[in-house]
């Protein structure tokens, strides 16, 4: 189980970046990319690939969008970053 603690930390990461742009709001279950930021981090967990790719699938797969690997990069070094710094990886 992903701890709650990191699961607010990747949810504020994600909220901050808001690829939803304006749309976000018009989203009505989204809770800050609550259930995105679970999926990045049991992604991760099970994968340990590019957190960038990780980010670009789960937000496309969750919001139907069509974001790069570059439109990603940023915000997965910056999750990376926090999971190695949480996790001791």
């Given amino acids: 189980m992903v701890e709650d603690e990191?699961?607010?930390?990747?949810?504020?990461?994600?909220t901050d970046w808001n690829p939803l742009g304006s749309r976000a709001s018009m989203i009505s279950d989204l809770d800050n990319y609550r259930t995105e930021a679970i999926d990045i981090l049991c992604h991760f967990d099970l994968s340990k690939n590019n957190t960038a790719v990780i980010v670009?699938?789960?937000?496309?797969?969750?919001?139907?969008?069509?974001?790069?690997?570059?439109?990603?990069?940023s915000?997965?070094?910056?999750?990376q970053r926090?999971?190695?710094?949480?996790?001791?990886f």
């Fill in 6 to 14: 990191l699961i607010q930390k990747v949810m504020m990461i994600l």
């Fill in 56 to 73: 670009r699938e789960v937000i496309n797969q969750a919001f139907d969008l069509s974001l790069s690997k570059a439109d990603c990069a």
């Fill in 75 to 79: 915000v997965g070094q910056e999750i």
């Fill in 82 to 88: 926090l999971i190695k710094k949480e996790k001791k």
